[in-house]
């Protein structure tokens, strides 16, 4: 496995001196957002974690290997590529072995940063079941893979795309603790209460590191999620958004838009519907659980 992972020179370098490394996943770059505020905004998150004392990985599948790292024109090569494939865990060995372009997902930047021995990974928001699941059984192998990966993973909740309820009770059902911060409240991606609770509130770094730190200690496999609301300042109001989104679901129903497709046809939709304003939370809330993963990643560190 180790035969894949290519390491920048800059998280080469970490590795060697022992800093702390934090996982950054690339949809966001590829399917997440237009350009060019999707590299720009890559640059500010990576910068982020380096003021905060860690070192940034963003991870990719780029001629057969999985790069832990990424130069500014890989970067850019995935920022504007039109055909780079959004990679879970079941297009992972398919998008290597065909020598692909390839921007991982929350489950296969898990996979990868666990092989490469980094901890903690930061993303916008995890994925989930999506409503209607009863019958379409669409759910997220990013669930699946909390359960059964080892990284603690910082986010700004579920978007309410999804059905939260649901996405929360199957994480309890698979034992995955869900930790809250600055508040009892699950965030819903754009907005910072969902109406739901996390299973604990841990407000610090320190607390967060050695909670994590016990649960692996335990031996008990699987991620944890690290819900960290998107900030006040930059958060949209619940009902507008709600809104929004039964609309751009009811076109998506209407336009026979499934599987993988549907987060990127919702995302493009409600930024259009919003004026652009949802894409400015986006990056906002990026760039903040950037930092607070990146001072958990300081703080787990110190826990070995």
């Known amino acids: 496995m180790q035969a894949f992972l290519q390491f920048s020179p800059e998280v080469q370098a970490a590795r ?15 399917h997440g957002m237009p350009y060019p505020q999707n590299v720009q905004t890559a640059r500010e998150v990576e910068q982020v974690i380096r003021d905060a004392g860690a070192v940034p990985a963003t991870i990719a599948i780029i001629d057969g290997r999985i790069c832990i790292g990424l130069s500014d024109d890989q970067l850019e090569q995935l920022g504007q590529s039109t055909d780079a494939i959004k990679v879970s865990r079941r297009d992972l060995a398919y998008v290597l072995a065909t ?36 019958t379409s059984f669409d759910i997220s192998a990013d669930l699946q893979e909390l359960a059964r990966t080892g990284v603690a993973v910082v986010c700004a909740g579920v978007k309410s795309i999804l059905d939260i309820g649901l996405t929360l009770e199957y994480l309890e059902t698979h034992g995955v603790p869900v930790v809250s911060v600055g508040q009892a409240a699950f965030p819903a991606f754009f907005t910072r209460d969902s109406g739901f609770k996390a299973d604990f509130q841990l407000d610090t770094p320190e607390e967060q590191a050695r909670f994590i730190r016990t649960k692996w200690q335990l031996g008990l496999e ?62 906002a809330l990026v760039k903040h659980n950037a930092l607070v993963g990146a001072k958990l990643a300081v703080a787990l560190h110190a826990t070995h």
């Open 16 to 30: 060697a001196a022992g800093k702390p490394v934090v996982a950054l996943e690339s949809t966001i770059i590829s």
């Open 99 to 134: 020598r692909k372009l390839g921007a991982t997902t929350v489950a296969a930047t898990m996979i990868c940063a666990k092989l490469a021995g980094i901890e903690v990974f930061v993303t916008g928001g995890i994925g989930g079941v999506h409503r209607g699941a009863e």
């Open 222 to 283: 699987g991620g944890v999620v690290v819900s960290n609301p998107v900030p006040e300042v930059s958060s949209m109001k619940n009902e507008e958004i709600d809104a929004i989104i039964a609309q751009a679901l009811a076109e998506a129903a209407q336009q026979g838009v499934k599987g993988k497709l549907v987060t990127p046809f919702l995302l493009a939709r409600i930024k259009e519907l919003t004026g652009g304003r949802s894409l400015a939370t986006n990056i």
